[in-house]
């Protein structure tokens, strides 16, 4: 059950960034700014949340299989993709359909979806890739450890703020006691955007969409990777948000 | 991504790792919008020729990001094919597609073919080589060296004789694949595009 951890890689504690010459770290977006960039992008550059949506997802998906390829679990590659009630949730439809064309198998929990055709389009596309949409959450821990190999925590992003509301909550309590990964996209659900939260999920993987957010600093897990290669040169600087480059032509970036 | 892996940059001749994409004037030309945006991404200096533009939102938003990324657009292509091959290393040619009929015969498309016929850089086609005939392929049409089928190989990619076939349809969902009987190649790990090999 679970993945097998490639021996070579081991957690350092706290993740510590190198900039693109060793001496200049990425600067880490507050939730205000990680709010106007993504503004930005939308009223100005004339991206559409479709467009960013799924290049976020298709970089969670990438990042995923980078670290967990599916030869890496013991059995069936199954993994539990968790979709929260906003954008969080739409990267992780996006995510469970790259990974269904990855060759992984995975379901997807979403309790409570947006009445608009965005997410409505997403969910569409999943199901008729023939990805299960399961009737209820897993009751226990140990059955999710069971059951899968991995799980997507796709439940709440960078603009989540004050009291998680439930199903949200069970949720992310069940999660606590897992044992298998959990690769959170953007930040840790739960987490204060900024700050984190000490007694909180702890995930394995953390992908982070277009910087990393403040929060990033207190990720402890094993794979932190930077997806969401869209941000223009311009804004980038506009923020001085000294992202190291990426390589070639790979949409995610392996930061520790 | 194709183009990218077919001249990746140290590769290129000159310095700047210049690239013209010439875009048609509906979807074929909305692709070549958006693989510009991504070439500037991939750090190439991409320039655009669009000619006439699509009223499309969509194709009018694809053109403001690249706008945005201050991609240029040049105001007119120069008929003296010289001066196209010693300013950039590629074309990526992204003037008709699979739904154009007659539109290798309205203007401003046939003179852009007529000078494209003429280039001695590289031509990488989106999806088919423009002026062909989707079916037929094309006698005294443009010959691209790269051929990028997009969703899967068109009929007159039988007729392709350059130097690299890539097709980009990762997104094809399993049952869509077998009711069109497509069978398409395993695509390599994460990667959205496949080289078939060339045909000789």
New interface residues.
Partial sequence: RGSELPLTLQSRGPARFRGPQGCHPPSLPRQEEAQAIDQELFTEYKFSVDQLMELAGLSCATAIAKAYPPSSFTSQPAVLVVCGPGNNGGDGLVCARHLKMFGYEPAVYYPKRPNKPLFEGLTTQCQKMDIPFLPEFPAEAALIDELYGLVVDAIFGFSFKGAVREPFGSILNTLEHITVPIASIDIPSGWDVEKGKVDGLQPDMLISLTAPKKAAMHFAGRYHFLGGRFVPAALQKKYALNLPPYPETDCVLQLT | ?PS??AF?LPSLPRKQPTVLVVCGPAQNGAIGLVCARHL???DYEPTIFYPKRSPDP?Y??FT??CE???IPFLSYLPTEVQLINDAYNAVVDAVLGAEAEAGEGREPCAAILATLKHVRIPIVSLDVPSGWDVEAGSSGGISPDVLVSLSAPKQCARRFLGRQHFVAG??L???VQKKFELNPPEYP??ECVVALRAPR
């Fill in positions: 991504v990218r892996q990746p500037r991404i991939f969509l009018r938003d403001t990001q945005k990324m201050d990762r997104f969902p399993y049952d790990g994460t």
